[in-house]
């Protein structure tokens, strides 16, 4: 293998259950042009969701089967997120990491790393009469790849929680309203700390990485639900002028897609704003490989408006983001 292309892609609630057979078929017109396009030899996707075919049988990613039967992306080694007790898929938005390159090893990590924090709710209704566990909504999911030469290829699938409001007891009302501002701004509290604390864990578990292999391949690319400048990003890239010790320069990561011109560094488009929420962060070693990314966002759609407009979009909303990596010639 010559070249390594990684992508990542929120593929925004795949599902096919019965209910949806007609909005299924058009999401695979959609969104299979756009996997292939990607040429990706490893692809992080998030929010594929899975289902129990019969009642007692196991949640399969029937989905993601169906999406990518006919090409090659069918014959990828697979691993996927499980649910809390890590029994099976969640039947939610679960983390995928599909690789040609060969799997030897992965895990998940939730909560492994960082405790739930405890806290007491102020605004809710009963009031909470002691602190409460404050879990993610997710775990990060962790595979290690055989790359080229021989090297191991850490790849990290994040799926950070976005910035809406947490449910409080009371507070939360039918069609999503709230019953008063200070309950909404209580969840909305909650929930930064459940994004920052996924952040800390997903930064924690590089750590360890580093530890085991100061010039380890790295590559943690998700929806972080989060710009350049915002503290989840910054809590997992670890910069310079963060730590103030140049000593540590190695461990950070760094966003490949700052390469790409920045009129087109967006993945979403939020009420007429371009954001970029989709990242790829590669450490140094990594780094040296790096020949460029890509963002194919031509035809993504405005994420607050196109729902109102468009009845049962088979789109995604985010755009999918690709790197190009080659080993460095040696010798």
């Excluded at 939610?92 to 690789?99: A, C, G, K, P, Q």
Aim: some cysteine; hydrophobic content about 40%.
């Amino acid at each position: 293998m010559k070249r390594l292309r990684i992508a990542t892609f929120n593929l925004e609630s795949l599902d096919d259950r019965p209910q949806l057979q007609g909005d299924f078929a058009d999401r695979v017109l959609v969104l299979r042009p756009q996997l292939l396009r990607l040429r990706a030899d490893v692809l992080c996707l998030q929010e594929v969701n899975a289902r129990a075919v019969s009642k007692r049988g196991p949640r399969e990613l029937t989905a993601l089967d169906r999406l990518l039967d006919g090409t090659e992306y069918q014959h990828f080694h697979r691993v996927v997120s499980m649910n809390r007790g890590g029994a099976r898929a969640a039947d939610r938005h679960n983390l995928v990491i599909l690789s040609r390159l060969p799997v030897i090893e992965h895990c998940q990590v939730w909560h492994d790393l960082v405790p739930p924090p405890e806290y007491r709710p102020v605004t809710a209704q009963p009031p909470a009469l002691a602190p409460e566990a404050q879990e993610w909504d997710r775990p990060v999911l962790h595979a290690v790849l055989e790359a080229p030469g021989g090297r191991r290829l850490h790849v990290v699938n994040v799926h950070l929680r976005a910035p809406r409001a947490a449910w409080l007891p009371g507070q939360k009302g039918e069609h999503g309203r709230w019953t008063s501002v200070g309950g909404w701004a209580e969840g909305f509290f909650l929930a930064a700390i459940k994004r920052t604390g996924q952040a800390l864990e997903a930064r924690l578990l590089v750590e360890r990485i580093f530890d085991a292999e100061p010039d380890a391949l790295v590559a943690v690319a998700g929806d972080f639900n989060c710009e350049d400048r915002e503290s989840p990003l910054r809590t997992i890239r670890g910069d310079e002028e963060d730590t103030a010790n140049g000593h540590l320069a190695p461990r950070v990561l760094v966003p490949v897609e700052r390469s790409v011109p920045e009129s087109q560094r967006f993945s979403v488009i939020h009420h007429g704003r371009k954001v970029l929420l989709d990242h790829i962060l590669a450490s140094r070693a990594l780094l040296g490989w790096f020949l460029g990314a890509e963002l194919h966002n031509e035809a993504v759609g405005d994420e607050i408006v196109s729902p109102a407009a468009v009845w049962a979009s088979p789109n995604s909303f985010h755009a999918p983001l690709v790197a190009e990596f080659a080993p460095p010639r040696t010798g």
